[in-house]
Nanobody, 117 residues
Framework: QLQASGGGLVQPGGSLRLSCAAS????????MGWYRQAPGKQREMVAT???????KYVDSVKGRFTISRDNAKNTVYLQMNSLKPDDTAVYYC?????????????WGQGTQVTVSS
């Protein structure tokens, strides 16, 4: 239902762009977001965006990361700039999707982001 892509290895100060596309018989997508989980740590919210474009960020990424979405493509993006080693984690996309089954929350499969020199 949710397919994420765009992770990889990047040097500190570099940039990456994550994408996550929703597929299936979708009636509506409400909030979409990105979460991350570093080794030994709990999963945390990185950024979310509502259907109307209202965004929210964790303090540690404000000014560096930008979340956006293309409603026509059912896709959410995360532009990550000025990456730091502390940003290393598996990044998961998440979305509230309404289908013929009704509304439900979905997770993507995760994509690894490694920031290292």
């Amino acid at each position: 239902q949710l397919q994420a892509s765009g992770g990889g290895l990047v040097q500190p100060g570099g940039s990456l762009r994550l994408s996550c596309a929703a597929s299936g018989s979708i009636f509506n997508i409400d909030v979409m977001g990105w979460y991350r989980q570093a080794p030994g740590k709990q999963r945390e919210m990185v950024a979310t965006i509502t259907g109307r474009g209202t965004t929210k960020y964790v303090d540690s990424v404000k000014g560096r990361f930008t979340i956006s979405r293309d409603n026509a493509k059912n896709t959410v993006y995360l532009q990550m700039n000025s990456l730091k080693p502390d940003d290393t984690a598996v990044y998961y996309c998440n979305a509230d999707i309404s289908t013929w089954r009704g509304p439900a929350n979905y997770w993507g499969q995760g994509t690894q982001v490694t920031v290292s020199s």
